[in-house]
């Protein structure tokens, strides 16, 4: 089945950049997501990504795609301590159509002040 | 529009008790699921719905069942409950339509088994 992985933490200083990686092993997929997971909550869909889109910009989320590498990646730009989070990436099932989808282990990012 | 609804939010039992955990979805959606999220494993499918009156196997089904009698209403149960079922359990749907469609969570039913 399919894979995912992410790293577990990640931790930036208020106003910094951050980069969260995400790889996986197969997708023939329609979109990739990013959910956004605060304490004591249940996942948001943060953003996706078509599969045939290499980088999609929403604010100061910008999402990057190589399909090549079957890489996937957030970046949060002007990090703010609002953004402290768990963030999972999640990759659809091609070999269903039950709308399942394979969820990172998620990486926990820290903004400090 | 209220999303997905989970109840109870928490809960604690005594091994070999059994509960029932709700979820609700007012959003017309086909398919729903149940997932336990524990600390370093991300989240794990236990079992899936893709409309009303059907169910299927997740990852990690042994120790639950569900039903989906309505298509608004997803219940997961634990027959018999055990130390190792001590997590935080979510539900979520998404609608059926071109391409794997995102999927909407709710708040989550922290369960301790003692």
């Known amino acids: 089945g399919e894979d995912v992985e992410q790293s577990l933490f990640l931790s930036v200083r208020e106003g910094d950049s951050s980069v969260i990686n995400c790889t996986y092993t197969?997708?023939?997929?329609?979109?990739l997501y990013w959910y956004k997971q605060e304490p004591g909550a249940g996942l948001q869909l943060l953003t996706y990504?078509?599969?045939?889109?290499d980088m999609k910009q929403d604010q100061r989320l910008t999402v990057l795609l190589n399909k090549k590498d079957k890489h996937l990646s957030l970046r949060i730009a002007d990090t703010q301590t609002g953004d402290s989070a768990i963030y999972f990436c999640?990759?659809?099932?091609?070999?269903?159509?039950?709308?399942?989808?394979?969820f990172g282990d998620g990486t926990t990012l820290t903004v400090k002040p | 529009n209220a999303g997905v609804t989970q109840t109870p939010k928490f809960r604690v039992l005594k091994t070999g008790q059994s509960m029932t955990l709700l979820c609700a979805q007012d959003?017309?959606?086909?398919?729903m699921y149940w997932y336990r999220q524990d600390p370093g494993m991300g989240l794990r499918l236990i079992h899936y719905?893709?409309?009303?009156?059907?169910?299927a196997k997740g990852e990690v089904p042994d120790g639950y069942n569900v039903s989906r009698l309505k298509k608004q209403n997803f219940l997961l149960g634990l027959e018999s409950a055990a130390p190792s079922q001590t997590s935080v359990y979510f539900c979520?749907?998404?609608?059926?339509?071109?391409?794997?469609?995102?999927?909407?969570f709710g708040d989550g039913t922290r369960l301790s088994i003692l």
């Open positions: 990504i078509f599969s045939n889109m």
């Open positions: 959003m017309n959606h086909e398919y």
């Open positions: 719905s893709v409309g009303e009156g059907t169910t």
């Open positions: 197969d997708s023939s997929s329609t979109y």
């Open positions: 999640a990759v659809p099932s091609s070999n269903t159509n039950a709308g399942k989808s394979t």
């Open positions: 979520a749907s998404s609608y059926l339509g071109q391409g794997n469609q995102p999927q909407h």
